[in-house]
């Protein structure tokens, strides 16, 4: 398949340096909430890439639940692969792209389990069929649907109080740097890198 008559061109308005927030995570707040304000679809949607001991990476889509000073944050159940791999190896990688705006955030950070009081408040505010399937799915698991489907079947007539189980929860990605991204005509993209130097957010502009 020849790809390479798809020619895309790019007309948003160029990203200045001086238009920047300070820090990462304030800029990454700013479009987050920029594209939501747009009403595209899955504004929260990343591509998360993790590599287990051997060194071979992997990536999938999930969905950040909260930016704030400390970080992004995102729920998972930590028997999955992803889990495995970042017990094996802590660092990974982060990438937004909205397509609507010509933007993408490339992250690098640190993952870090959050707290159970955190995790449980936020599964508690999941629906009640996600929460079941999330208690029934032995996720990234080989198994069959007959015997998925028996898991939930025997979740939800269980007579416990529903919680979040001590094998589901959220991690924290403290960034370590983070580079914004916005398409220019010509090929002539604004790049911008944070990077901290003496503990402190550094800027700088990349060719593109």
Known sequence: MNLKDIQLEYHHKELKIEDLAKNPNEQASKWMQEMIDSKITYPNAATLATANKD?????RVVLIKDISSSGLTF?????????QEI????IVSLSFFWKEADRQIRITASATKTSYED??????????????????SPQSKKISKEDLENKVKAAEKSDEKIKCPSFWGGYLLEIISAEFWQGRPNRLHD??????????????RLAP
Do not use: C, M, V
């Open 75 to 83: 729920y998972t159940n930590y028997e999955s692969a992803k889990a």
């Open 55 to 59: 060194g071979i990476p992997a990536s």
């Open 87 to 90: 017990k094996d190896n802590q």
């Open 119 to 136: 995790s449980n408040e936020y599964f508690l505010s999941r629906s009640h069929a996600s929460q079941i399937n999330a208690i029934a």
């Open 191 to 204: 790049r911008f890198l944070y990077e901290k130097e003496n503990n402190k957010w550094q800027i700088s």
